[in-house]
């Protein structure tokens, strides 16, 4: 039972994390107009440095970020260049880099896991039917706010940190 519960915890986690990294690829207008402040709110460093990159349109933020996948994928929308997408070593992630890089949804259906194609295909296409394909309803609320921008659905995230990441963004 704690294996499975620890299992549990550890795919949730990498769904979070995998969730952010679409999130940070993002090209849309609600991320170049996020107030820096927001930023501080989030605890988790590697996600506070995403954000002030993305908010400051500083790259040197991203080269603060310890997880290597996360600071590509930093790199790759600061400085629009999709070469840091293929230094990702988690094939979804790096899919997901490629998708909102090169603006193809065509790298979401690569994609394995259930939850993160429907949220790369969201923010592909712009359409939030593929959120309602999340089948976890924290992932599906991120998914429902950054596509509808409307942070009400910030707001019925229960995990602390995925739901001031939701608001910051």
Do not use: P
Request: aromatic share 8%; charged share 25%; glycine share 0%.
């Amino acid at each position: 039972m704690y294996q499975e519960n620890t299992r549990n915890h550890i795919i949730y986690l990498a769904c979070c994390m995998l969730l952010l990294l679409i999130s940070l690829l993002a090209s849309s207008a609600q991320v170049d107009a996020r107030d820096e402040s927001d930023c501080f709110q989030i605890n988790e460093s590697n996600a506070k440095n995403a954000c002030l990159a993305n908010a400051k349109k500083d790259s040197s933020y991203c080269y603060q970020i310890s997880n290597s996948d996360s600071k590509n994928a930093c790199l790759a929308k600061l400085k629009a260049d999709n070469s840091y997408c293929y230094q990702i070593s988690d094939y979804d992630a790096k899919n997901a880099c490629l998708a909102a890089s090169k603006k193809e949804s065509s790298y979401c259906h690569q994609m394995n896991q259930a939850n993160a194609k429907n949220a790369c295909l969201a923010e592909a296409k712009g359409e939030v039917s593929y959120c309602f394909q999340i089948n976890h309803s924290d992932e599906k609320n991120f998914c429902l706010a950054k596509i509808k921008k409307e942070n009400s659905y910030c707001h019925h995230i229960s995990q602390a940190d995925l739901k001031r990441r939701c608001l910051a963004r």
